[in-house]
């Protein structure tokens, strides 16, 4: 099946950084899905970005489909950006499954 | 609407001992899929159902079925709870399959311990 590669695995900033997120997939997708777990468990999606860029406020992401990996770029980081950020991707022609990556842990400090 | 909820929040079971994980969402949502996460593993697909009376195997189905009669309601059983089932389950939905381009919403979850 399809292999979801995140990193890094974990990232400490300072309030106000930038940060980059990666994930590496190995295989042709139709869905690929940004997702942030804050501190308390929540699942929220951040994104449905299988190929291109998009933005929604501090944070975009980018989708390279030809090149198999997606970006997730978080500017001016806040405290309350801290949390597990995962990818999710399904493959083309596979069937109904969302494969999850590992995650990147994120904390920012004040 | 509600959205996506899970019962219940938390649950201690006895090697053995059998147990139903409730989902439930409002959203009228074809697709619906159980994962369970476990530290530094991710998310794992369990089962997943693209509508009424349909259901399908994930990456990690053995020691659980489900069933889905109604479009609303998506319930994970444990026949037989081991200690290895010990995680927390999410519960999520989408309008239609994960293929279509749809995201998900996920429950609060629910964290079992079996001792």
């Known amino acids: 099946g399809i292999q979801v590669e995140q990193s890094p695995p974990d990232l400490i900033l300072q309030e106000g950084a930038n940060s980059t997120l990666r994930c590496n997939f190995s295989?042709?997708?139709?869905?690929l899905q940004w997702f942030h777990q804050n501190p308390w468990g929540q699942l929220i999606n951040l994104f449905y970005?299988?190929?291109g860029t998009k933005q929604n406020g501090r944070l975009s992401a980018t989708t390279v489909a030809t090149e198999r990996y997606s970006l997730l770029y978080i500017s001016s980081s806040q405290t309350t950006d801290s949390g597990v950020y995962f990818c999710?991707?399904?493959?083309?022609?596979?069937?109904?499954?969302?494969?999850f990556g590992k995650g990147t842990k994120l904390t920012v400090n004040p | 609407n509600a959205g996506v909820t899970q019962t219940p929040k938390f649950q201690v079971l006895k090697t053995g001992q059998s147990m139903t994980l409730q989902c439930a969402q409002d959203?009228?949502?074809?697709?619906m899929s159980w994962y369970r996460q476990d530290p530094g593993m991710g998310l794992r697909l369990i089962h997943y159902?693209?509508?009424?009376?349909?259901?399908d195997q994930g990456e990690v189905p053995n020691g659980y079925n489900v069933s889905r009669s109604t479009t609303e309601d998506f319930p994970l059983r444990l026949l037989s709870a081991a200690p290895s089932q010990t995680s927390v389950y999410f519960c999520?939905?989408?309008?239609?399959?994960?293929?279509?381009?749809?995201?998900?919403?996920f429950g609060p979850g629910t964290r079992l311990t079996v001792l």
């Open positions: 959203m009228n949502h074809e697709y």
């Open positions: 295989d042709s997708v139709n869905n």
């Open positions: 999520a939905s989408s309008p239609a399959g994960v293929g279509r381009g749809d995201t998900q919403y």
């Open positions: 159902s693209v509508g009424a009376g349909i259901t």
């Open positions: 999710a991707v399904k493959s083309k022609g596979g069937s109904e499954k969302l494969v």
């Open positions: 970005i299988p190929s």
